[in-house]
């Protein structure tokens, strides 16, 4: 009896000895925790490899700013300033290309006399016989085409009646001695609405209403409301005059589609023969730059969502 207490103590003593060294070897081997943190941790780079990696570092590098060379001085029309359309483009231009974008708004006369005077790196304007000339003399390098819109004549609706005919709608204004605001400022819409006084052989100024505001587009549209004239003005400042006025306008467009009425944009960088202390450099950049497709791409969807309707019209590359 006393034989078999012993023997029944010495397999208990064992079973229980069996039982601690299986417990305390699990909390002593890390193998099994270790083993699939580690694959975890390798995985994705495995899985990702550098080919996986390229797009992202790619992308990076696109979408980081170019670093700052300089400032490109332009003389451009004040429908580029008035439209918002350089407002813009140009942080765009200073991140994509590293040059800041300066500008003076003033008519198409002065600012391609600014490009004469060597005062401007780049002219943007919309006169293209005048922009020829610019070329021709010598000033220019080469105009390229940028974008367009058309002309449109605004006024009150009585007594004139909406057409699409120009010529009918300048007779009568003129016959019935109707108030007409003029820029007066030898602008690209100057221009345009000399021309067609001349064409139809008629003096406006013997009109005692023909008035000449001698500023920009949107002052002169401010200024034909106030008096219940006509003026002509591009289609684009006058969406966004129309849209974001502080005064509700009380005129609309009463002759717009006729053939004659386009207003085509173009860029020509001033000539470094004549002037080589002007940044050519930038200038070709922004040439470059605002005909290519991305760009044009951009103009072209520039006022959709706010006006209804683009306010230029891309085709550099036509």
């Given at each position: 009896m006393k034989k078999q207490r012993q023997l029944l103590a010495m397999i208990l003593a064992a079973s229980m000895l069996a039982v601690c060294v299986t417990g305390c070897g699990g909390k002593e081997d890390p193998a099994p925790e270790e083993t699939p943190a580690e694959v975890s941790e390798e995985t994705p780079e495995e899985s990702a490899g550098e080919e996986a990696e390229v797009p992202e570092e790619t992308s990076d590098e696109t979408a980081a700013p170019a670093e700052k060379k300089g400032v490109l001085m332009m003389a451009t029309t004040t429908s580029t300033a008035d439209t918002g359309l350089l407002d813009y483009l140009a942080p765009i231009f200073l991140a994509d290309t590293?040059?800041?974008?300066?500008?003076?708004?003033?008519?198409?006369?002065?600012?391609?006399?600014?490009?004469?005077?060597?005062?401007?790196d780049i002219v943007l304007v919309h006169a293209k016989a005048s922009e020829e000339e610019f070329v021709a003399g010598g000033f220019g390098v080469e105009r390229f085409q940028v974008m367009y819109n058309d002309f449109v004549v605004v006024g009150p609706t009585e007594p004139v009646a909406p057409t699409d005919d120009i010529e009918t709608l300048f007779k009568t204004i003129q016959e019935d001695q109707l108030t007409f605001v003029s820029r007066g400022d030898d602008s690209g819409t100057d221009k345009k609405e000399k021309g067609i006084w001349k064409k139809l052989e008629i003096d406006?100024?013997?009109?005692p209403n023909y008035l000449e505001s001698g500023q920009g587009m949107g002052a002169t549209i401010t200024m034909a409301d106030e008096k219940g004239a006509y003026c002509l003005t591009d289609r684009g400042t006058w969406l966004k005059m129309k849209t974001d006025a502080d005064v509700e306008l009380q005129l609309d467009i009463l002759c717009e589609g006729a053939s004659d009425l386009l207003n085509q944009y173009g860029i020509i960088a001033v000539s470094p023969e004549k002037y080589p202390e002007l940044n050519n450099e930038a200038a070709n950049d922004m040439i470059e730059w605002i005909c290519s497709e991305e760009v044009q791409e951009l103009i072209g969807n520039y006022g959709v969502d706010q006006y209804g309707e683009a306010l230029f019209t891309p085709n550099a590359n036509e």
């Open positions: 590293g040059w800041e974008l300066q500008w003076s708004a003033v008519g198409t006369g002065e600012a391609l006399k600014m490009g004469e005077n060597g005062d401007v406006p100024s013997e009109n």
